[in-house]
């Protein structure tokens, strides 16, 4: 029995999230059934993050075991001949035995790419949000520095976020000017919660708006209250980046991908 650890990246437009759900078009769903036509066995894969519907992924980690022999290559190679333009496996890896691919993650990178141009390039509409409207940038930044550190973040992520425990260490939050008047939100954290990256960025852009003062985060934290924070951001902007795991000493196999 090998553990095979899959980078996959994805537009998620027309998918309604990464986890199977009866009768709905998913991304895990999609990956499964064309690891098991190639594979010839029932292949059930373990993503590292749940990205909700319409939400992106240039670094999405996913494992699963199978009895096939067949070379890393010839499975990168064969999977994505099966699988639909807009996902595509980018690299497969042996992985020690018992790797989980949300388990063993120690942390996971996003960013929310927005733009307030008049006009949104083709190119770009899928995965950056258009916003209406100028935004006051440095109200947001300082706005985005008080989510550093360990938080309680229960104000803002959805009802089942709130049912978990919702302390998590925020390492990076910030915003960076990307090219074609791009801004991206990238944020850092030893977990994630239900809606907790759309639900900070709709509240950064209430503070962008002049509605919100930037001083007013650190009391919308303690509060634990999501009725304080502001509206869910739109997903189109949302992609999730890489996921970060410890440093793996020993190379079972050179990794095939790109």
Not at 34 to 41: D, N
Not at 123 to 129: D, I, S, Y
Not at 217 to 232: E, F
Not at 239 to 246: D, I, K, M, S
């Amino acid at each position: 029995m090998r553990t095979l650890k899959l980078t996959v990246q994805y537009l998620g437009t027309r998918y309604q999230g990464w986890q199977v759900q009866p009768n709905r078009r998913t991304v895990q769903g999609r990956l499964e059934q064309a690891l098991g036509k190639f594979l010839s066995e029932p292949i059930r894969i373990v993503g590292a993050g749940r990205t909700d519907s319409g939400v992106h992924a240039r670094g999405q980690v996913a494992s699963f075991t199978t009895v096939s022999g067949i070379p890393l290559r010839g499975i990168l190679l064969g999977v994505n001949t099966l699988l639909p333009a807009d996902i595509r496996i980018i690299r497969v890896e042996e992985a020690p035995p018992g790797f989980h691919a949300r388990h063993d993650a120690v942390s996971k990178d996003y960013a929310y790419r927005f733009s307030t141009a008049t006009v949104l390039s083709p190119f770009l509409a899928q995965t950056v949000h258009a916003v209406r409207g100028s935004l006051e940038i440095p109200r947001m930044v300082e706005a985005a520095s008080h989510f550093l550190g360990e938080q309680d973040l229960s104000a803002f992520c959805g009802p089942e976020g709130r049912r978990k425990y919702t302390r998590r260490v925020v390492t990076v939050s910030q915003l960076i000017a990307e090219p074609e008047g791009v801004w991206a939100y990238q944020v850092s954290a030893s977990g994630f919660l239900q809606y907790l990256v759309r639900t900070i960025v709709g509240t950064l852009f209430e503070v962008g708006r002049g509605k919100l003062d930037p001083a007013a985060i650190p009391a919308i934290l303690a509060s634990k209250d999501r009725r304080r924070a502001g509206p869910t951001a739109s997903p189109v902007g949302l992609t999730l980046e890489r996921v970060q795991y410890p440093v793996v000493t020993a190379i079972l196999a050179t990794p095939e991908g790109v």
